[in-house]
């Protein structure tokens, strides 16, 4: 394989579960993981920046091509009959249920850690963060390495604090030259379009006795949906709670301002930003009198349609030139508490962008 080349699996717009898996493809790739080099990888949620997790050295190249602070601990991929005692201290009953009902799939469960887990995976904590997705690429890469006996360490591929990738051209933006055979990142695996489209749910079980089941991250899989396996909702993250950098206020940030209004507030400010001469580029997803905006991209009005889109609308609009990404609030129900997670993060920190948009002195756009 010529490293850096994309080494096509399927053309980017196939089902997932219909694609062809190319088998070269994926040897090479997991030699190159072998041999301590930075792989990108399709998953399920969302595109994947994969290292050996048991070679350190190869694990700080993750943080070196991130950007990402080295005490923030990454997510091991395992495949799916990989051995939860290998990477894990204690597994309690409840971790076994989770992983039978919804692996392969979007959940990482937070245990004790084994402990020849490198403090580099683990950003130092005394947990373990592990997921087996569904991702045919990613489960076949997964298997291919260290004869399916390996753990890929994996954060999202994306630059700390970007939006998370869902499709490998989403990668070679974000990464450019850093991707290719001189480049930190040797290989990106195209997998097409990710199915779900927002990071994992992330549930903590390391602290069971104290604090029961605790929801670091909400995902796809509800806190409903873990309720109904081990027969316990999963709580609200405490102060003490092992830290989680999907989970800091300002992650998930396009450079542009994201602004988040609902319906009725929403039409009125589009009307007067256009009034005061900013672009707006607008995310939406009911009929809304949209054409006072710039750009306008409207989402599905359901949740998982919504997910599937939402990381590639921000890009789009990223791009845009837009002064501002305006987004109409969704829903406030439990469906939507994922995507709603991800456009607060967004969102975070731009409550007075509107504001200085519409009272600058001198439009900056006629
Ligand atoms: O869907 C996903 O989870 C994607 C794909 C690639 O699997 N990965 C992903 O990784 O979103 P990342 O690093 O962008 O986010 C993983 C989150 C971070 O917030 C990290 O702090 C948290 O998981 N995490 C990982 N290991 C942890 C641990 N031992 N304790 C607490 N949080 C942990
Ligand atoms: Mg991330």
Known sequence: MTAGVNVGIGASTAPQALMAVDHAAI???????????????????????????????????????KGRPSDHPVIVHVAPDADLTYW????????????????PGPLT??????????????????????????????????????????????????KFGQVSPTTAQHVRDEFGAQVGDGGLIRAVLDGGASAVG????IVDLSRLATHGPVL??????????????????????????????????????PHTPVAMLDGATLALTLAQLKAAGRKVALICY?????ETAGVVTRLPAVPDGYAYALYAALRAL?????????????????????????LRRAAHGSTGIVHGLLNHQSPIRN
Request: glycine share 8%; proline share 8%; hydrophobic share 50%.
């Open 27 to 65: 040897a090479a790739a997991a030699a190159l993981l072998e041999q301590g080099a930075l792989v990108a990888f399709p998953t399920e949620t969302v595109y994947g920046l994969g290292a050996d997790a048991e070679n350190p050295a190869a694990v700080a190249r993750i943080y070196e091509a």
């Open 88 to 103: 894990a201290a204690e597994i309690p009953e409840q971790a076994r249920q989770l992983a039978a009902a919804f692996w």
């Open 109 to 158: 469960l937070i245990l004790k850690r084994a402990a020849h887990i490198p403090d580099a995976v683990s950003g130092g904590q005394d947990t373990v963060g592990l997921r087996c997705p569904s991702h045919p690429v990613a489960i076949a890469l997964l298997q291919a390495f260290k004869g399916g006996k390996g753990g890929v360490a994996a954060p999202s591929a994306n």
């Open 198 to 201: 927002i990071e994992s749910t």
């Open 216 to 253: 670091l991250r909400p995902g796809h899989i509800s806190a409903d949906a873990i309720a109904a396996v081990i027969d316990q909702l999963p709580a609200a993250p405490d102060a003490a709670a092992p830290r989680a950098s999907g989970t800091l206020a300002s992650h998930y940030a």
């Open 286 to 290: 009911s009929e809304l009198p949209a």
């Open 318 to 342: 990223d791009r845009s030139g837009a002064d501002l990404i305006l987004v109409e609030a969704p829903p406030q129900d439990a469906a939507w508490l994922g995507v709603n997670d991800r």
